[in-house]
């Protein structure tokens, strides 16, 4: 017979046998021994208040190990999504920002975005960017590794707008100086 107060520990430690990581299972089974040797007992006489009957097998810690690893479910992979899916890793590594000669790097894309967004006066069409944008543009230029397909898509999409308000600005000061 298992005393009240080991029981009661035991019943709050059974439970995380069933955890997802085999250190907590291995921890919570040494625990269990543990309360079970404080209480003069053994893993013996825990199968045996279990099942109602006299003295146990001798409890085979490793087999019911290795039949738990075993059984565990563990979730299915995700499927890849198809290259061309908006949620897919970017197609394209960057950006040509200078020219046809050479690719930046999104995080730089989404930089040159903030950039532009914050040096070209309000008068002349700065600050045209949303506060969600820029938010979105920060996140982006933080992150060096891949974006999706449809990060890079939007991205193209703010560099033309910000190539668009930059080129209307140096057309306004020329013709200012003019």
């Not at 907590?24 to 893993?43: C, K, N, S």
């Not at 146990?56 to 299915?76: V, Y």
Request: some cysteine.
């Amino acid at each position: 017979m298992i005393p009240a107060d080991t029981a009661d520990r035991l019943v709050k430690l059974l439970p995380r046998l069933a955890s997802e990581h085999d250190g907590e299972v291995v921890a919570t089974a040494r625990a269990i021994g543990r309360t079970l040797a404080a209480a003069g007992m053994d893993w013996h006489a825990l199968a045996a208040a279990v099942t109602g009957k006299g003295p146990a097998a001798p409890f085979d810690f490793d087999a019911w190990m290795r039949n738990a690893a075993a059984s565990r479910h563990r979730p299915e992979p995700k499927p890849r999504p198809a290259p061309d899916a908006p949620e897919a890793p970017a197609t394209k590594s960057g950006y040509p920002l200078w020219g046809t000669s050479r690719t930046e790097p999104w995080c730089v894309v989404a930089q040159h975005c903030l950039q532009l967004d914050w040096t070209i006066p309000k008068a002349s069409g700065g600050k045209f960017l949303t506060k969600v944008e820029r938010d979105r543009l920060k996140r982006l230029a933080g992150q060096w590794g891949l974006v999706t397909n449809a990060d890079a898509g939007w991205l193209e999409g703010i560099v033309t707008r910000c190539h668009a308000v930059r080129d209307r600005w140096r057309c306004a000061k020329q013709t200012t100086a003019a």
